[in-house]
């Protein structure tokens, strides 16, 4: 049996104003701020519910560190209803059921961009705690991008993969053939996803078999897929990165990580670069899947002996903000297509910003043969 204690609902229930609407330019007001004029609780004959018809936070993040600007992203109970049911279950406790939005919102509490969250979701939507959003960048696009879920089984829980673009916009990121991400163990309401080479996996335990499920998914320049679709145009290993022969210095290394990925190190096992292959594609754009943190600086065209290409000088933090480290180096990268067949990635980068760097790795792609 649900019971409901009135006279007990938390204090953080005590932030929304009696006449706010679901306006999206309303901010939400902070949980943590008591009001003079609390939501106007009104106690349902049939259920004993207490209905909130104002803004109340569930989620409210800090996006500073990440955008480098005063912004907030919350997920927010624009209408609906508070209950607390205390019989065992997944949703036992306190739970808030109703109208969701996700927000950005300025230092201001100025509502900037909104979606509404039910849409995304087939049934209704329910949490039964505060939480905190996790945010990464699946993609490679250098917008942020994070979760939404919601209690599905004892398994695991359902997730929307959202991304926050630089104009503020709030999307939903596509993966094909799938309407959510069902994952085990992790966050009820927001996880942060195992990255990969060309996305993200997750892993969800499966009662048919009895053991846990792992499925990845590759960004492929306009939505996700499995990677068991996303197969590379490559039938023999005329292309393979292994087939790529790249001289070195002496001392320096290339080691292959699988067919379509290398690591380059100097003499002391220093990284300085890689090679990573990608599907061919005539529309392939770079600027999708260059690194966090860095910025575009120079485009030029290069000719090496495999084919014509883009030769990208990046502008790349010296470390996260997290990490204390200041500064800026720059990164190269050499794209070159091999018409209908591949996209050859290489990367290359001292950490410094010398010309002879540049020079360095210009040598390098000079130097380059397919052994077959």
């Known amino acids: 049996m649900k019971k409901f204690f009135y006279s007990m609902v ?51 993040n800090d996006l500073f560190q990440i955008t480098k600007k005063q912004e907030y992203l919350s997920v927010v109970l624009t209408n609906g209803k508070y209950f607390e049911d205390w019989s065992p279950g997944p949703l036992m406790g306190r739970n808030w059921e109703g109208e969701f939005q ?35 960048d699946y993609n490679g696009d250098g917008n942020i991008d994070f979760t939404i879920g919601q209690y599905a089984s004892s398994n695991g829980s359902i997730f929307k993969l959202f991304t926050l673009d630089k104009s503020g916009q709030i999307e939903e990121l596509p993966i094909k053939g799938h309407h959510e991400i069902f994952a085990s163990g992790i966050g009820r309401y927001s996880t942060k996803l195992a990255k990969n080479k060309l996305g993200f996996s997750s892993t969800y335990y499966d009662n048919s078999i009895g053991k846990d499920v792992v499925q990845s998914f590759a960004w492929n320049g306009k939505e996700f897929v499995s990677e068991s679709e996303f197969v590379q145009p490559i039938t023999d290993s005329e292309y393979d990165v292994s087939n790529l ?30 090679v990573v292959t990608y599907p061919y594609a005539d529309d392939f754009d770079f600027r999708s899947y260059k690194p966090n943190h860095s910025e575009i600086i120079n485009e030029e065209t290069i000719d ?69």
């Open 10 to 60: 938390p204090a953080l229930l005590l932030t929304a104003c009696s006449d706010a609407t679901t306006n999206i330019t309303n901010s939400p007001t902070p949980l943590y701020a008591a009001t003079a004029s609390p939501i106007q609780p009104s106690l349902t004959a049939a259920s004993n519910t207490i209905l909130v018809t104002g803004p109340l936070t569930l989620s409210r």
């Open 245 to 274: 022969e790249l001289p070195l210095p002496k001392g320096w290394n290339s080691s292959t990580e699988d067919r379509f990925g290398a690591s380059i190190t100097d003499e002391n096992g220093v990284n300085l670069g890689s």
């Open 102 to 136: 996700i927000q950005l919102s300025n230092e201001n509490g100025e509502v900037e961009s909104a979606v509404d969250l039910n849409g995304y979701f087939n049934d209704k939507i329910v949490f039964n705690s505060f939480f905190d959003i996790e945010f990464d």
């Open 304 to 372: 090496t002996p495999i084919g014509s290409g883009k030769l990208y000088t990046l502008d790349a933090d010296n470390g996260t903000a997290a990490s204390g480290l200041i500064g800026t180096h720059d990164v190269y990268f050499a794209v070159i297509p091999i018409q209908d067949r591949i996209v050859y990635v290489l990367e290359f980068s001292k950490r410094d910003k010398e010309a002879a760097s540049k020079m360095q790795f210009i040598g390098l792609l000079n130097g380059l043969r397919l052994k077959k």
